[in-house]
């Protein structure tokens, strides 16, 4: 089964811990959002790009129902929304010290 970097880290982060201090000194609380972001992360990415693509097959790639000048005007503001959205979620995460 394939291993991400950050699994390692923290595994090696976590036996380094136990060793040195003992599981009464460790973070669990930490540690517990980490593990629920590792399952949340893929389940929220793909629910996103699903959506994504439903409205970009909705919008863009009908060919039947749509010219091209309305579906390239959508390709362009799908483009910039979600372009926006993630500039509007990386600054507020910089406010909460994620980075």
């Known amino acids: 089964m394939p291993i991400s970097g950050t699994h390692t880290v923290v595994g090696a982060l976590l036996g380094t811990g136990l060793y ?9 609380y930490k540690l517990t959002k980490i593990v629920i972001s590792w399952f949340l992360s893929p389940a929220l990415a793909a629910t996103i790009s699903f959506s994504l693509m439903v409205l ?9 129902k749509r010219k091209f000048r309305s579906r390239l005007l959508m390709m362009q503001l799908i483009t ?6 993630t500039v509007f979620v990386m600054i507020n995460l910089m406010k909460f010290e994620v980075f």
């Not at 970009?56 to 039947?64: G, I, P, Q």
């Open 56 to 64: 970009v097959s909705a919008l863009v790639m009908d060919t039947e």
């Open 20 to 28: 040195a201090s003992g599981a009464d000194n460790l973070n669990w």
């Open 80 to 85: 910039a929304f979600c372009f926006v959205a």
